[in-house]
């Protein structure tokens, strides 16, 4: 290898380590750590099992020198029974035997499973010594007592020589001797291990401490570089929201533009419907008319398809106010917000099969017009959305104003607009309202009723407050597109949501 790419790979490994330093140091600290606490539980583990074997044989030694005075006590009985022959001796005999037993086999299964072959079979031999001893103790009782005595709780008596006492108490002392010294062997390992634990998690600790102190102050440097990253990427996110904020404005006025260019263009629209296809229908019509007439008895059957055609011309005319009033209500426009959500209501309520339920002021509000062609496109969008999709039986509409502000309230009892439909963003119906609403500076709810239907309340800010003329005309300024034309038609012919148009409305 050349010195060059040597030291382009030293380069490289050194510049790797750097980047990776961090995660080099973890990895080490975890791995030490990982055999440092494999090495400590060891250590736990043997320091237990060398405590547990310390008061094994401490509680072995006890149980010995208990059974060193059970056998002092089996003396006791038997020597003062002897004396003046007391029942109440020999069984303190027998209880001190039972006794006796019980600790035998106690110590017994000890010592055949710790301990080793030489004490084993001291014990044994022991063992032998003391049933030895409590059965010629027993024949003792029986041939000294007056009276046959029941001495079964003594166990077995079998037939021995006289047991060696001394014997027994030098063995029991020596195996006491021999536990005490296998406790303290116990508790010496115990400590040391202890010992090696202490300096094993002293090291340990002093490790990982530098490990860690690396660690930090790698993560230090890389701190600093994220928050220097994070500071720019704060100041685009500030630049980028700026940005959405001033498109938002900008999206915002050309909606409401757009609103408006629409509204001015139903207008325009409604206008040359009126005034050109209305005149042209009424026109035919008058001319259709006067034909039936001069006809109807000349000729029957050019009459009726004549008579036919006047119908043709009535629905026309019908379907011209309809999409007239669908453009731009004249009802609106001539009387007012309250005349026309009456209106629209009982139309509504009529055409659906509705109970109308209407809370609308006594006398017409002066409000601007585009306040009014808002809260009259909401109310007409949420009569046709509960129509289409509520399957209401009940429509509620109600309209407020006070300290600056009007309210409207359309509420149905159908099916409840569902939670996925309010943050949907293809339903153009509710887009429209919110857009509307929004783009004057008011607020839009639309909810679920407390036990069935839909809600939709609307606040908007009353802009301008038009005062009545003192001449005492009409207190309505005339709509864009409105003429002078319109005045001169008949009001049982051409003009939608008139008072006699609506004189046969019946409330439901």
Known sequence: MSESAQA????????WMHRRSWAIAMSVAIVITCGGLVILESARQRIAAEYEAALEARGVSVQLADLAALLAQLQAHQSRFLLPTDDADAHGYCARATDIRREIRSLDAYFKRAADTAETASFSQIATLIDARIGSGTQALRQAAPRPLDLSACGATIASGHADTALVTSTLSLLRDNEERRAQRALDASRADQRVSTFVAAGLSALNIVLFILLFRNLGIQIDSQARAQKQLITQQEELDQLVTERTRQLEALGWHLQAVSENEKTQLARELHDELGAILTASKMDVAWARRKLQDADPAIA?????????????????RRIIEDMRPTVLANFGLVTALRTLGDEAAQRNGWALDLHLPADELQLDEQTEIALFRVAQESLTNAAKYARATQVTIGLTAGDGEVSLHMADNGIGIMPADLTRTHTHGLMGMRQRVAARGGRFDIRRGELHGTDIHVVLPIATVREAPADGGTDREQAPGRDNADASLPRGEDTIGSPVGRASVTRL
Not at 8 to 15: C, E, N, Y
Not at 304 to 320: N, P, S, V, Y
């Open 8 to 15: 382009g790979f030293t380069a490289s490994l050194t510049d």
């Open 304 to 320: 009726e398809k004549l008579t036919r055609a006047l119908e043709t011309l009535d629905q026309g005319i019908a379907l011209k």
